[in-house]
Nanobody, 131 residues
Framework: QVQLVESGGGSVQAGGSLRLSCAASGRTFSCYAMGWFRQAPGKEREFVAA????????WYTDAVSGRFTISRDNAKNTVYLQMSSLKPEDTAVYYC????????????????????????WGQGTQVTVSS
């Protein structure tokens, strides 16, 4: 049973920074990739960033490219989202998710932004950015 636990959310002023963490646990945790999504009130959950667990490839939505950085620490089974130059429109509940290690790599590389590719989800952490 895979469990994902996010932490690091909070309230900051516009222009500030936060680092989110997502710790994965379970018997011999493994995954193909990890992703961050967010959901603002009244809106659909949307893709933010993703990273291959083996390293190398990362993806970002245009709205955060250049401001957010996703990284992972395989030894700690943890993925991070460093968020800088935060804007009020970044306010949302942020969720981490993991894609199964058996997923087709070519499919994932094409559709990494789709929620259906992620088998496990955390409970979310609130990020609030005030102007």
């Amino acid at each position: 049973q895979v469990q994902l636990v996010e932490s690091g959310g909070g309230s900051v002023q516009a222009g500030g920074s936060l680092r989110l963490s997502c710790a994965a646990s379970g018997r011999t945790f493994s995954c193909y990739a990890m992703g961050w999504f967010r959901q603002a009130p009244g809106k659909e959950r949307e893709f933010v960033a993703a990273i291959l667990w083996s390293g190398g490839s990362t993806w970002y939505t245009d709205a955060v490219s250049g401001r957010f950085t996703i990284s992972r620490d395989n030894a700690k089974n943890t993925v991070y989202l460093q968020m800088s130059s935060l804007k009020p429109e970044d306010t949302a509940v942020y969720y981490c998710a993991s894609a199964s290690p058996s997923i087709n790599g070519a499919v994932y590389s094409r559709y990494y932004y789709q929620r259906r590719l992620y088998a496990h989800w955390g409970q979310g952490t609130q990020v609030t950015v005030s102007s």
